[in-house]
């Protein structure tokens, strides 16, 4: 698998744009703020329909327009496949396969990538959520029916969120809510299930991982954190169960608080270095490694289920998104050893120093939002 081209309307600085894409590695070289960073993400977006920096739509709309496009080729099972987004303001998004419009949504799954960008280092030390989509979209990935679970239960998480809050005073018939804690439960046990999945088939690779980049560090070791318990099987009717018993447990507590106590929205991805949990343990350089392991256990994971029976024949394209000016060179070589027999790359570098030798490849200079022309060689990461 592997992007050919990909064409922006309206998209963040571009008012329009458009370059060619080949196999193996292609760096994106520009200084700061210069539009570099747009183009990847642009390619991230059609992947999971969302931005590894920012959690709406609205700022990937070019100032002052009404709505941004994002098409891109993609070379897939021997054929070669057109996919577009449309971004409206304030209205529902649009997306075509070829000629054919269809729902966003139906694009998930087409296009497959991985990313690594200095905001993972967040998966680490940051808050829970960073993790939970972390999760969701290594499900997503390896799943794509899921994507309409997932966004499922978050309209009835919203729903039932708002009924709490409208009964925590009411008195009698709450019949409303037990509809709403069968589907909420029906949803969750699913989410919970392929959760489960995904971090057992990953875990293995992120240890192998964390061995490359790390090789002193000691072992990684990830799992899934839930309320519902310890040792689960992935049996998405027994925990839809098991949640629904949680959920009537807690109503009192809930009706009286007004918000969702219960629920994969409140589990967790926890990382381990040996005995003790990476946030708040980890020094910046074990965190940076471990980000570096989530990935490259992912891109791993995912390019060993594109095997001689899988229905993909492709690994993802991998996204190095100004990541190597953060590393020091160790961790740039383990990353760039791990990662030089990749299918497709597409990197931002500030400097085209900052890239190791052992990925080189073509170089794409881009300057004030125009992609092809010579840069100015100062240092920086992209905004």
Same mark, same amino acid.
């Given at each position: 698998?592997?992007?050919?081209?990909?064409?922006?309307? $309206?998209?963040?600085?571009?008012?329009?744009?458009?370059?060619?894409?080949?196999?193996?590695?292609?760096?994106?070289?520009?200084?700061?703020?210069?539009? +570099?960073?747009?183009?990847?993400?642009?390619?991230?977006?059609?992947?999971?329909?969302?931005?590894?920096?920012?959690?709406?739509?609205?700022?990937?709309?070019?100032?002052?327009?009404?709505?941004?496009?994002?098409?891109?080729?993609?070379?897939?099972?021997?054929? =070669?496949?057109?996919?577009?987004?449309?971004?409206?303001?304030?209205?529902?998004?649009?997306?075509?396969?070829?000629?054919?419009?269809?729902?966003?949504?139906?694009?998930?799954?087409?296009?497959?990538?991985?990313?690594?960008?200095?905001?993972?280092?967040?998966?680490? +030390? *940051?808050?829970?959520?960073?993790?939970?989509?972390?999760?969701?979209?290594?499900?997503?990935?390896?799943?794509?029916?899921?994507?309409?679970?997932?966004? $499922?239960?978050?309209?009835?998480?919203?729903?039932?969120?708002?009924?709490?809050?409208?009964?925590?005073?009411?008195?009698?018939?709450?019949?409303?809510?037990?509809?709403?804690?069968?589907?909420?439960?029906?949803?969750?046990?699913?989410?919970?299930?392929?959760?489960?999945?995904?971090?057992?088939?990953?875990?293995?690779?992120?240890?192998?991982?964390?061995?490359?980049?790390?090789? $002193?560090?000691?072992?990684?070791?990830?799992?899934?954190?839930?309320?519902?318990?310890?040792?689960?099987?992935?049996?998405?009717?027994?925990?839809?169960?098991?949640?629904?018993?949680?959920?009537?447990?807690?109503?009192?507590?809930?009706?009286?608080?007004?918000?969702?106590?219960?629920?994969?929205?409140?589990?967790?991805?926890?990382?381990?270095?040996?005995?003790?949990?990476?946030? *708040?343990?980890? =020094?910046?350089?074990?965190?940076?490694?471990?980000?570096?392991?989530?990935?490259?256990?992912?891109?791993?994971?995912?390019? =060993?289920?594109?095997?001689?029976?899988?229905?993909?024949? *492709?690994?993802?394209?991998?996204?190095?998104?100004?990541?190597?000016?953060?590393?020091?060179?160790?961790?740039?070589?383990?990353?760039?050893?791990?990662?030089?027999?990749?299918?497709?790359?597409?990197?931002?570098?500030?400097?085209?120093?900052?890239?190791?030798?052992?990925?080189?490849?073509?170089?794409?200079?881009?300057?004030?939002?125009?992609?092809?022309?010579?840069?100015?060689?100062?240092?920086?990461?992209?905004?």
């Amino acid at each position: 698998m592997r992007v050919t081209h990909l064409q922006l309307a $309206d998209f963040r600085s571009y008012a329009e744009a458009e370059v060619e894409l080949g196999a193996g590695v292609t760096t994106f070289v520009g200084r700061n703020g210069q539009g +570099k960073t747009n183009l990847v993400e642009a390619l991230r977006y059609l992947s999971v329909l969302g931005s590894h920096r920012v959690a709406s739509d609205a700022p990937l709309i070019r100032f002052g327009a009404e709505r941004a496009v994002v098409r891109a080729k993609v070379e897939k099972s021997g054929r =070669s496949l057109a996919l577009e987004v449309t971004l409206v303001g304030g209205r529902a998004n649009q997306a075509r396969l070829g000629r054919a419009q269809v729902r966003p949504r139906e694009l998930i799954g087409i296009l497959r990538t991985v990313l690594f960008a200095p905001e993972d280092l967040s998966l680490v +030390k *940051g808050d829970p959520g960073g993790r939970r989509q972390f999760m969701d979209e290594l499900c997503v990935a390896l799943q794509p029916t899921l994507a309409a679970d997932l966004a $499922d239960y978050d309209r009835v998480l919203r729903q039932r969120g708002s009924m709490l809050k409208t009964s925590r005073n009411a008195r009698g018939d709450l019949t409303m809510l037990d509809i709403w804690d069968e589907k909420l439960a029906d949803l969750g046990g699913r989410i919970v299930a392929a959760r489960l999945r995904a971090v057992a088939a990953l875990a293995p690779h992120v240890l192998a991982a964390y061995l490359d980049v790390a090789p $002193d560090g000691g072992d990684c070791r990830i799992s899934y954190a839930t309320s519902l318990g310890t040792d689960l099987e992935p049996d998405s009717a027994a925990l839809g169960g098991a949640l629904l018993d949680q959920l009537r447990e807690l109503r009192p507590k809930e009706l009286e608080r007004g918000v969702n106590l219960a629920g994969p929205h409140r589990d967790d991805l926890e990382i381990r270095l040996g005995e003790m949990p990476a946030k *708040g343990y980890a =020094s910046h350089g074990e965190s940076w490694s471990c980000a570096l392991a989530l990935r490259i256990g992912t891109y791993d994971l995912l390019t =060993s289920e594109t095997g001689p029976d899988s229905d993909d024949d *492709g690994e993802p394209v991998l996204i190095l998104d100004d990541v190597f000016a953060e590393l020091d060179s160790t961790r740039r070589s383990a990353l760039a050893s791990r990662l030089e027999r990749a299918s497709q790359v597409l990197i931002t570098a500030a400097v085209a120093d900052d890239v190791p030798a052992a990925l080189a490849g073509a170089v794409i200079p881009v300057t004030k939002g125009r992609v092809g022309e010579e840069p100015a060689a100062v240092d920086g990461a992209d905004a």
